[in-house]
């Protein structure tokens, strides 16, 4: 499955299932199934729950069961508080409290002290760390805010290289699960 270079490269498991299955099962989660995230709410310590999609995450967080938009209580599950909004505004509420609007990460990178930008999806998100303000590629600017090296080529690539700087090849993570821990891994995206 799409993400099964990137949990095996955290623990060696080769799994299968739905998408995030090996991810969980990587950090300690028993095989499960059900929503999305499921497993992964319950590999860090969360119960056995059900409902909207990241409902067993904030739960496994110390979150209470809440209901609301998709992320309410993923926000609510890190400081409690009860906002709305967009997307992820309840998400950059609770990180520190501004309410602000946007494009749909905007208020996320204010939230981590970014200034208030616009242009490629995560553009702000890479600047909120003290990257510069680069274009190109969808994560380029998140890469070179992290080490300032400037890449180019596949999607995560310029990811993966300002982990450990090698350059790799292959399918869509590759990259990414080599930088982690050195193994080339194939087979599907």
């Given at each position: 499955m799409r993400y099964r270079t990137f949990a095996e490269s955290l623990d060696g498991a080769t799994n299968s299932g739905m998408r995030y299955r090996t991810f969980a099962e990587s950090l300690g989660g028993a095989t499960n199934s059900c929503t999305r995230y499921h497993t992964f709410a319950k590999s860090l310590g969360g119960a056995t729950n059900s409902c909207m999609r990241y409902?067993?995450?904030?739960?496994?967080?110390?979150?209470?069961?809440?209901?609301?938009?998709?992320?309410?209580?993923?926000?609510?599950?890190?400081d409690g508080a009860?906002?709305?909004g967009m997307r992820y505004r309840t998400f950059a509420e609770s990180l520190e409290g501004a309410?602000?609007?946007?494009?749909?990460?905007?208020?996320f990178a204010k939230s981590l002290g970014g200034a208030a930008n616009s242009g490629m999806r995560y553009h702000t998100f890479a600047e909120s760390l003290g990257g510069a303000t680069n274009s190109g590629m969808r994560y380029r600017t998140f890469a070179e805010s992290l080490d300032g090296a400037t890449n180019s080529g596949m999607r995560y690539r310029t990811f993966a290289e300002s982990l450990d700087g090698a350059a790799?090849?292959?399918?869509?993570?590759?990259?990414?699960a080599e930088s982690l821990d050195g193994a080339t891994n194939s087979g599907m995206r």
């Open positions: 409902r067993t995450f904030a739960e496994s967080l110390g979150g209470a069961a809440n209901s609301g938009m998709r992320y309410r209580r993923f926000a609510e599950s890190l009860t906002n709305s309410a602000n609007s946007g494009t749909r990460y905007r208020t790799n090849s292959g399918m869509r993570y590759r990259r990414f």
